[in-house]
DNA sequence: GCATATGGTTCACACTATGAATGAACAAAC
DNA sequence: GTTTGTTCATTCATAGTGTGAACCATATGC
């Protein structure tokens, strides 16, 4: 982006006051910090690193997955999702597997123990997202997932030019 | 939290759907990814470490900083600062002096070169943050910015609970 | 069979972060 | 005016996150 970007906004041709866009980068930058801090929190909370966490829950929608799809669903190169599943692994979270139809791939997936810390950590996000909702009127609360939709939008929309 | 979090939530007494739970629980993570994926793009555009970038935003406020008062900005440690410093030392970006009224204390101030940097760095900030605003219509953009300091408010709210 | 693609691991490197120990400088108290 | 305790900053050991290059084993295509 950046190098388009700075010459001229794209849609609306009205100007945007300055303090409504100091606003929203202030707003933003709080959101963020919210959302690393329960990041640590979780990472303490579960005695888990950050990323054998994250990876934790990918095993949510897929019984079994693959290093190299690990490495693309979490946006890092294998190398690391190796060490990742290593540490995995040495907690008993995860078992790796030969595919049988081709043996260069190993197959990962949740021990019983895995899926009970899995559980554990869903129950958790879930209860938290659902207080932060609880603090909202009900009416409130529709205006503001509809108005995230569209910041989402308009987010990954100038994300697009940002490569 | 969550030992008490469990129970009940606390303010409404409706029960919130829990698609809505599962939408509010989509759209964070997404908003958290975008801003994650911000940072590492600035990183690689400025050519600065995450933490030498985040520090060096805060002399956008301050004239001089203490590495104690980075510390409880940037929330870590105060043995970390001093390997933030002194790598932003290293580039140039900011210079140690002494506090002449207290010599166990050293005043942190940008170079010339740091400043260039830091102006270059908010005008990037700033034009971001402006090309997403002006994705949405102006009635929109004061709908969003609205809706988002109830979450702001949400979140810190539940923030607290959380320790 | 042989070249080559692919999947995974190993290794060296750099950045983020913490906590314990150390040393220098100040502030009082005796 | 030395001792005692506090505060500020640094150093060091340790752990986690992440990349990229080199490597090995297993397929797959002529």
Chains 1, 2 share one sequence.
Do not use: W
Request: charged letters at 25%.
């Amino acid at each position: 982006m950046v190098h388009t970007m700075n010459e001229q906004t794209t849609q609306s041709n009205d100007t945007i006051p300055s303090y409504q866009v100091d606003q929203f980068q202030g707003l933003i930058a709080k959101l963020f910090q919210c959302c690393q801090e329960r990041m640590q929190y979780q990472s303490d909370r579960f005695k888990l690193p950050d990323a054998e966490l994250r990876c934790l829950q990918l095993f949510a929608h897929e019984r079994y997955l693959t290093p190299k799809g690990i490495a693309h669903k979490m946006n890092v190169v294998k190398s690391r999702v190796t060490k990742i599943i290593d540490g995995m692994v040495r907690r008993k979270l995860i078992q790796r597997v030969k595919d049988p139809e081709d043996s260069r791939i190993t197959l990962l997936s949740l021990t019983p123990k895995g899926q009970d810390k899995l559980n554990e950590i869903n129950y958790f996000l879930e209860s938290i997202h659902l207080e932060v909702l609880s603090q909202m009127a009900p009416e409130q609360r529709k205006a503001v997932l509809s108005n995230l939709e569209v910041l989402k939008a308009s987010m990954e929309a100038v994300k697009e030019l940002m490569v």
